[in-house]
T-cell receptor, first 112, second 117 residues
Framework: AQSVSQHNHHVILSEAASLELGCNYS??????LFWYVQYPGQHLQLLLK??????LVKGIKGFEAEFIKSKFSFNLRKPSVQWSDTAEYFC??????????FGDGTTLTVKP | GAGVSQSPSNKVTEKGKDVELRCDPI?????LYWYRQSLGQGLEFLIY????????KSGLPSDRFSAERTGGSVSTLTIQRTQQEDSAVYLC???????????????FGPGTRLLVL
């Protein structure tokens, strides 16, 4: 069975700092990888996803993530965070079975 | 257009009672998922429906949990004889179901916050 590990439970940054949230998964086959975000008081929504092709994917609001197959990783990055990026971020893995496995989430707090 | 809706938004019940949680997916979406999110934890997969195929129930934690999807649209998650450990946010998501089982974005509802006293 696949599993997803997010290394940081809570990250606190000042505005303009760079962000990298770690995500590692365990599954030997072909995967699709996602980052979802939940802003305070809002629904979970897709930030970006990797399906195939270029392992560097770009999402909304300046976020990007790089799929490194050899490391089973899909880390999320943003060069300069804003206060509005304060949210909870979830990494997820989907296999051919259809269901997704989510990590425990990382809460990002950006200080203005 | 309308997104995924769930009802009720909050539910408080007494231990031992049964509860029903409802999910209305985005119109035309054939795939529907239920997750549970306990305090401070990630999303725990419960069940997955895809069209007319048999649902994937592998995430249901016990036989007190069941779900059905009528007419390929609305889904109901039922928890019988609720326990305090069932307290959590129950999230429903749907996806188009047109690109096979891989790579589809899931669209989430607002969740139902269940509290079992």
């Amino acid at each position: 069975a696949q599993s997803v590990s997010q290394h940081n439970h809570h990250v606190i940054l000042s505005e303009a700092a760079s962000l990298e949230l770690g995500c590692n998964y365990s599954y030997g086959g072909t995967v699709n990888l996602f980052w979802y975000v939940q802003y305070p008081g809002q629904h979970l929504q897709l930030l970006l996803k990797y399906f195939s092709g270029d392992p560097l994917v770009k999402g909304i609001k300046g976020f990007e993530a790089e799929f490194i197959k050899s490391k089973f990783s899909f880390n999320l990055r943003k060069p300069s965070v804003q206060w509005s990026d304060t949210a909870e971020y979830f990494c997820a893995v989907n296999t051919n079975a259809g269901k997704s496995t989510f990590g425990d989430g990382t809460t990002l707090t950006v200080k203005p | 257009g309308a997104g995924v809706s769930q009802s009720p938004s909050n539910k408080v019940t007494e231990k031992g009672k049964d509860v029903e949680l409802r999910c209305d997916p985005i119109s035309g979406h054939t795939a529907l998922y239920w997750y549970r999110q306990s305090l401070g934890q990630g999303l725990e997969f419960l069940i997955y429906f895809q069209g007319n195929s048999a649902p994937d129930k592998s995430g249901l934690p016990s036989d007190r949990f069941s779900a059905e999807r009528t007419g390929g649209s609305v889904s109901t998650l039922t928890i019988q004889r609720t326990q305090q450990e069932d307290s959590a946010v129950y999230l429903c998501a749907s996806s188009p179901g047109t690109s096979g089982r891989r790579g589809e974005t899931q669209y989430f509802g607002p969740g139902t916050r269940l509290l079992v006293l």
